[in-house]
Structures are given as structure tokens and as C-alpha cells.
């Protein structure tokens, strides 16, 4: 503990002829003045250098912090000085000040012999005096502050027992400039000298005690306490470590999406954020992603990051968002006339407007030339991408004099001719006065090179003549006939048919004549076409000549067999010249249509083994198509044999089984 006392004095100089009252501060005046007088300024300060111990009658170096302080708040000046300083019976020591040095703490080593007491603690003055450049001294006069030692008694004899040091506020985890304490504190069980990082704390008396923290580097820190009695026993170190972090962590903000090259988005954004600690003690937590969705131009996002330690970082982005669309508005550069219509060039010019992050690019002004209902898309695009349309319709441009034409209702084929009725329409206009009256539609019916007339008038009576030429209808299809008639044109396997075509209007525009291919069975076409387009097909069928069905089943139904034999199905085929058919494909179906059994004797069949499936084999000896037919399962009744041949045709039989 420091205490002060002192003494003012004021002292008066002639310069000259001249009396000067100055300000002087504890014996330190303006470069220049012998003397002065006045109220003192500025005073000498001793500050005790730290803990300091000693043994009674032990002379010791106490260290002492002198400096040179100004009264008040105003701003003074002072001369260089010398002073000196001691404890009282002590050796004097001096230190230099130069002129208007203020508050540099300049240490020295003042000697002082502990006197032989029983107390705990001394508490010697320090006496300071002043001289300036001019010799002036006793300024200040006894001027001192006190310092506080304290007194290592001897231990006891025999003392052989270490002292015990406990901290009593425990200091460990992770601090920050704010959150670190300043001191810690600790208990001795008895007197002794203490050391903190092994340098003395100087002796301290039993019971508890507040020591400043030593100070703190970034990171790991750790602190040994132990304590050394007056017999040289040395306590157990205490040791406590802690991790100082002074480092903000750094929040580093990310948008899910990139700004387009004007530095905008239009749409929502994500921000995430990234937090690290490096050199520090470690994220503890960082803000979550955030959607930012309001519109807004240079928008401040900022996400926090606290680290182990409590500290506080911070990071921004900053977002430009545009989600409305642009508006656009086109017109023409003139008004129609009271039809609706211009007869010269027009151009359709647009403006754009956006509130926002404004307009990047709309369309340019377009130049419309002649055409009816014409119709201009103008876009914009706002920075932000935004973009929105706008079509301006309805342009009719004509700048054609009055004229007048007719044409059919539609084109002729490639030989110049119609299949159907044809009607002729005229149309007419005029870009002025605009049209009285012209010719209506007229109908055409079938006819080779006929020609319609029309006349178109305007409202000054002005006329025009068109007349529509070679129009050629033929509405009539082609004939087509075989010169071997068939019922329903069907013809035998190989059967020699021809077949010829004609048309009497517009000609035939395919063959007139040829021969039936009867090369395969199936269903096949002829086709016939006239010049007007007009088409007859004529269908005809290829089949085998079917033998009928073979014993042992009778062709007229009447064939009974017993129920679970096996019934041979036979049939031959041959072509219109006999030969016999031995590729044909044929398959067999059978359905039962009735319980009752017609007839009364069961006829005797083959024991042959029935067939699998339902196809035909085909027996080149006897050059017939058989399936033997299994009835086990089947029950007496009345039964229908469908027999499908691969030219389209169908073969039955009815047979009873009893």
C-alpha cells in the first residue's frame, strides 16, 4: 500500500526589472526562469515495483517506480529535472525526467535494511527531492510515499513440515478477454514465501490470499503456485492451466446459388454459414441457414459464430433480389384509319420499366410491312434476369392498288383435275376507297375445261375483270371387271383369271389391264385410278379347294362314336389344277352344343394315339391333313368340329359321342 504526504511551497524571482509569476511543479519551472512563483502543476509519484519480502535486519533492493504526474486536466509545462529518492538512513539514488516527460515510470533499486521486528509487515517511505537545470531544489519539501514489506520471521527450530497451497477459486476451460478473472485466489496453512511460474510473490501469513493472474497468452495457459516456509520446506505445486482465446471466429456467409452477372437473383436464396477457429479454442456454434425471400436491393445478411472461449465473429453477404418481372408496353407509331387498316410501313416501338434492379435489355422497335393481322412480341429483362412479354396485335398493312381474283376452293391434282364439285370465289380489295361490290362464290359441277367470270367494283365505280380458267371435274370412279366371275370373286389356289379397268371422263391414270395373282392363298386387292383421283377397289379371295371331310367322320353329321375313344379328323386340299396342298396350316376346334346324342349306334374308330395341341400333321401318303381327335373327358352329347385353314376359311362338322 502507497501512502503520500507532501508540501507546497511558492517561491518569487526577479527577472530584470521584471516580476514573473509562473507555475512550478515540485521544484520543476520553464526553461529560462531563475525562480517563479505560483501554484504547483505537477507532482512526483513513487509506485511500489511488487511483492517484496525480507528477514528482520536483512537489506534488501526494493524496487520503485517513479514518474512526474500533472494536476488536473489542463495541460502544463515543465523543465527537465533530476530527482532523487531513498529510504530514510538509506542510500539516495537519482533518476532524470526530461522536459514535459509525463507519466514514464522509471524504476529504481533503492536499498533498505529490514529493522529487527515481530511484525508481519514494514512500511518505510520513500523521500523524493527535485532539482531543475537552474539548481533550483526543495520545491517540494519531504515529499515521500511509502512502500509495504513484509517480514519473513524465522521459522521454528527443528521445522521440518512443507506448507500447504490450495486454490480456492478454480480457474481451468476456455476464456476470453472478458470472462478471464484478473486474480485467483489461494489458502496457506501457515506463512511463507509464495511463487507463481517460480518467480517469488513475496512471503505471505497463513490463511487466504488474492493474487493477479499472471498474464495470458492465445491458447494453453498454465500457471504453477507453490509456496517455500522460512525453513526452506517447499509445498506440492499447484497447477491450473486454461485456454485464453482473444480470436473472434470467422463466419464465412454462402449463398446456395451464384448472382447472375449483374449481381442479382430472382428468386429465394439460402445462406449458409461456414464458422472456423483457427488458432483458437474451437467452434462452439454458428447460426443456422437462413432463406432470405425479401426483395430488396444491397440486402445484409449476417450470421454469427460463438467459439468455445464465448467469443463472437461475425460474417455478411450482401444480396440483390429481384423476383417481380419488368413491365413492357408496345404501340404502333400511328393510328389505323376507321377499316382498321394502314397502307404504308409500320413500326411497333415498346418501353420498359422495372423498380427494382432495373432494366437490362427490351426489344428493339420493329418495321411491320404489308400483311394482315400482323402481331409484334416485345420482351423485357430486368438485371435481375426477370423477364416478361407483351405482343401488340392486329396489324393489317395493304399497299396494293384495288385488285380482284378468283381461284377454285382448292388445287387440282397433278393432272389438272377435280373428283368432286368445285366452287369459284373472287376476292377483291382496295386499299383507298375500299371495295363496292364483286362476284360471289360459283359452283361447278362435272365437266372438262370449264371457266368462271368475275367482276369486282369499288365505291368509285371502278371495275375489274378476272376469269378463272380450265377447270376439270371428273366425280366418276374407273370400272374394274374380271373376265371369270366367281361368287363373291373368290378363286381356287393357281385358278387363271383377268381382269381389265376404264374410265370415261379424265382417263385412267393406272393400268387398264392384267391378270389375277392367284399364286397364294389369303385376300388380296386390285386397284384402279383415274386422272381426277378418283379410286375403285376390287377385292378378291385366293382359297383352297377343300375335299370335305373323310371318313370316319360323315360329312353330314350323322357319326357316332363312343365317348373316350380317339376320332381320326381328315381332310385333302387341292389347287384349281388338282394337285394336292401340303404346306397349308390348319388347326382344329371343338365345342360341345348339346347333351342330346342323334343316333343310336357308336361307330368303331382307330385306336391310334390322339394328337397333342391343335394343328393338323400332314400324311404325304395318303396326301391328307389328319388330327386324331381324343374324347376321354368328354361327355355323350352332340359336338361341332371347327377345322381354320390359313386362307381365311372355316370347315365344320357335327359328330355325337354316346
Known amino acids: 500500500m502507497l501512502k503520500r504526504t507532501k508540501k507546497k511551497f511558492q517561491k518569487q524571482a526577479i527577472i530584470g526589472a521584471v516580476t514573473v509569476l509562473t507555475l512550478s511543479v515540485s521544484g520543476l519551472l520553464p526553461i529560462g526562469a531563475a525562480f517563479a512563483q505560483g501554484e504547483l502543476v505537477a507532482e512526483l509519484v513513487a509506485q511500489q515495483g511488487g511483492i517484496i519480502s525480507g528477514k528482520p535486519g536483512e537489506t534488501i533492493l526494493v524496487p520503485v517506480n517513479i514518474h512526474v504526474s500533472q494536476f488536473g486536466s489542463e495541460n502544463h509545462s515543465t523543465s527537465a529535472v533530476t530527482v532523487t529518492a531513498n529510504f530514510e538512513g538509506n542510500p539516495v539514488k537519482t533518476v532524470f525526467f526530461n522536459a514535459n516527460e509525463f507519466n514514464v515510470k522509471k524504476q529504481l533499486q533503492l536499498e533498505y535494511t529490514i529493522p529487527n521486528t515481530t511484525a508481519a509487515t514494514v512500511t518505510p517511505r520513500v523521500v523524493m527531492s527535485s532539482t531543475d537545470l537552474s539548481g533550483n531544489d526543495k520545491v517540494v519539501d519531504e515529499k515521500y510515499d511509502t512502500v509495504t514489506i513484509n517480514v519473513v520471521q524465522a521459522p521454528p527450530a527443528g521445522d521440518s513440515i512443507a506448507p500447504i497451497v490450495s486454490l480456492t477459486n478454480q480457474i481451468n476451460g476456455f476464456y476470453n478477454a472478458n470472462t478471464l478473472p484478473g486474480t485467483f485466489q489461494f489458502n496457506l496453512d501457515e506463512a511463507a514465501e509464495v511463487f507463481v511460474n517460480g518467480v517469488s510473490q513475496g512471503s505471505f501469513t497463513s490463511g487466504s490470499h488474492v493474487l493477479a493472474l499472471p498474464a495470458s497468452k492465445q491458447g494453453i495457459n498454465s500457471v504453477t503456485l507453490a509456496a517455500k516456509d522460512a525453513a526452506g520446506n517447499e509445498s506440492t505445486p499447484v497447477i491450473f492451466t486454461y485456454f485464453y482465446?482473444?480470436?473472434?471466429?470467422?463466419?464465412?456467409?454462402?449463398?446456395?446459388?451464384?448472382?447472375?452477372?449483374?449481381?442479382?437473383?430472382?428468386?429465394?436464396?439460402?445462406?449458409?454459414?461456414?464458422?472456423?477457429?483457427?488458432?483458437?479454442s474451437g467452434v462452439a456454434s454458428f447460426d443456422p441457414p437462413v432463406t432470405v425471400s425479401t426483395e430488396g436491393e444491397n440486402q445484409i445478411i449476417t450470421g454469427n459464430a460463438q467459439d468455445n472461449a464465448g467469443n463472437v465473429g461475425s460474417g455478411s453477404i450482401t444480396l440483390n433480389i429481384d423476383k417481380t418481372n419488368p413491365t413492357i408496353s408496345g404501340n404502333p407509331d400511328r393510328g389505323a384509319n376507321s377499316y382498321g387498316w394502314y397502307n404504308n410501313d409500320v413500326t411497333v416501338s415498346f418501353e420498359a420499366a422495372d423498380t427494382l434492379s432495373g432494366v437490362a435489355s427490351f426489344t428493339d422497335p420493329v418495321k411491320l410491312v404489308e400483311g394482315a393481322n400482323q402481331s409484334v412480341t416485345g420482351i423485357a429483362i430486368d438485371r435481375a434476369d426477370n423477364d416478361t412479354s407483351t405482343t401488340v396485335y392486329g396489324i393489317n398493312i395493304d399497299k396494293t392498288d384495288p385488285t380482284i381474283s378468283g381461284q377454285p376452293d382448292r388445287e387440282a391434282n397433278s393432272y389438272g383435275w377435280y373428283n368432286d364439285d368445285v366452287t369459284v370465289s373472287f376476292l377483291a380489295n382496295d386499299t383507298l376507297s375500299g371495295v363496292a361490290s364483286y362476284t360471289g362464290s360459283v359452283p361447278l359441277g362435272e365437266g372438262a375445261d370449264q371457266s368462271v367470270t368475275g367482276t369486282a367494283i369499288d365505291?368509285?365505280?371502278?371495275?375489274?375483270?378476272?376469269?378463272?380458267?380450265?377447270?376439270?371435274?371428273?366425280?366418276?370412279?374407273?370400272?374394274?371387271?374380271?373376265?371369270?366371275?366367281?361368287?363373291?370373286?373368290?378363286?381356287?389356289?393357281?385358278?387363271?383369271?383377268?381382269?381389265?379397268?376404264?374410265?370415261?371422263?379424265?382417263?385412267?391414270?393406272?393400268?387398264?389391264?392384267?391378270?389375277?395373282?392367284?399364286?397364294?392363298?389369303?385376300?388380296?386387292?386390285?386397284?384402279?385410278?383415274?386422272?381426277?383421283?378418283?379410286?375403285?377397289?376390287?377385292?378378291?379371295?385366293?382359297?383352297?379347294?377343300?375335299?370335305?371331310?373323310?371318313?370316319?367322320?360323315?360329312?353330314?353329321?350323322?357319326?357316332?362314336?363312343?365317348?373316350?375313344?380317339?376320332?381320326?379328323?381328315?381332310?385333302?386340299?387341292?389347287?384349281?389344277?388338282?394337285?394336292?396342298?401340303?404346306?397349308?396350316?390348319?388347326?382344329?376346334?371343338?365345342?360341345?352344343?348339346?347333351?342330346?346324342?342323334?343316333?343310336?349306334?357308336?361307330?368303331?374308330?382307330?385306336?391310334?394315339?390322339?394328337?397333342?395341341?391343335?394343328?393338323?400333321?400332314?400324311?404325304?401318303?395318303?396326301?391328307?391333313?389328319?388330327?386324331?381327335?381324343?374324347?376321354?373327358?368328354?361327355?355323350?352329347?352332340?359336338?361341332?368340329?371347327?377345322?381354320?385353314?390359313?386362307?381365311?376359311?372355316?370347315?365344320?362338322?357335327?359328330?355325337?359321342?354316346?
Request: net charge negative.
Open 245 to 280: 482465446d482473444t480470436i473472434n471466429p470467422l463466419v464465412t456467409p454462402i449463398a446456395d446459388s451464384e448472382a447472375n452477372t449483374h449481381g442479382w437473383y430472382n428468386k429465394d436464396v439460402v445462406v449458409s454459414f461456414a464458422a472456423s477457429d483457427l488458432n483458437g
Open 459 to 658: 365505291k368509285a365505280d371502278n371495275d375489274t375483270l378476272t376469269t378463272v380458267y380450265g377447270i376439270n371435274i371428273d366425280k366418276t370412279a374407273p370400272v374394274i371387271v374380271f373376265d371369270s366371275v366367281n361368287d363373291g370373286d373368290q378363286f381356287t389356289l393357281n385358278q387363271v383369271v383377268n381382269w381389265s379397268a376404264s374410265d370415261n371422263l379424265s382417263g385412267l391414270a393406272t393400268e387398264s389391264s392384267g391378270t389375277v395373282d392367284t399364286s397364294k392363298v389369303g385376300t388380296y386387292k386390285i386397284t384402279a385410278k383415274d386422272k381426277a383421283g378418283n379410286t375403285v377397289v376390287k377385292n378378291y379371295s385366293v382359297v383352297y379347294n377343300f375335299s370335305g371331310i373323310l371318313q370316319p367322320i360323315n360329312k353330314d353329321g350323322s357319326s357316332i362314336f363312343k365317348a373316350g375313344s380317339t376320332v381320326p379328323v381328315k381332310f385333302q386340299l387341292t389347287d384349281s389344277q388338282g394337285a394336292f396342298i401340303s404346306t397349308a396350316n390348319a388347326t382344329i376346334y371343338y365345342a360341345k352344343y348339346s347333351n342330346q346324342v342323334l343316333g343310336n349306334e357308336a361307330e368303331a374308330v382307330s385306336t391310334s394315339a390322339s394328337t397333342s395341341g391343335n394343328l393338323f400333321r400332314y400324311d404325304p401318303i395318303s396326301n391328307q391333313y389328319i388330327f386324331n381327335l381324343s374324347t376321354k373327358g368328354l361327355t355323350p352329347g352332340s359336338y361341332l368340329i371347327t377345322i381354320k385353314l390359313d386362307d381365311e376359311t372355316t370347315q365344320q362338322v357335327k359328330f355325337c359321342l354316346k
